[in-house]
């Protein structure tokens, strides 16, 4: 029994993010390399997306934002949550109960000692933040997001055109 316990506790946990037959899927993965994303990237952001940095809790206007519309890679422009699943988690970081479809893969971290689910976009890599099981529904998961690794584009004003340096 103990072997079986410390086996789900150390394996890998892959959070699947299902995408809908329906819905459109994310853009294909990028080849651009870390140089290309740090010549165009300022070195705050570069950190946080490419390093796997954390910015201080309550640094982020984003945290606050409100505002109806959509959250995307500040990398790659990668639409990443719909602000209808954000909400204020007290963490001071932008909280989300779900990403779009597609939009995040993830891996196991121990940086922390205790393992936690991290997350990327799944277009470019870029470090996002971490999951929980601490959310509230429909989910019960909190997408903790770093504010410096999103872009808010509120309703009504087009997405940028995803981006890609290595073109």
């Not at 509230?136 to 903790?144: A, D, I, K, M």
Request: some cysteine; charged content about 25%.
């Amino acid at each position: 029994m103990l072997g079986h316990m410390a086996l789900m506790l150390l394996a890998p946990r892959v959070w699947p993010v299902a995408a809908f037959a329906d819905e459109p899927g994310p853009a294909r993965p990028l080849q651009a390399t870390r140089e290309d994303w740090k010549e165009i990237l300022p070195e705050d952001r570069y950190h946080i997306l490419f390093e796997e940095g954390t910015e201080p809790a309550r640094s982020s206007p984003l945290d606050k934002e409100y505002g109806d519309g959509t959250y995307i890679c500040a990398a790659c422009y990668q639409p990443l949550f719909d602000s209808a699943d954000k909400f204020d988690s007290g963490t001071g970081w932008p909280s989300f109960t779900r990403p779009l479809p597609g939009a995040m893969d993830t891996k196991r971290d121990f940086k922390l000692i205790w393992p936690r689910t991290e997350y990327h976009c799944s277009r470019c890599g870029g470090h996002q933040g971490h999951v929980f099981k601490d959310g509230p529904p429909p989910t019960g998961e909190r997408w903790c997001n770093n504010g410096l690794a999103l872009e808010f584009v509120p309703q009504g004003q087009p997405l940028p055109p995803l981006r890609d340096p290595g073109q």
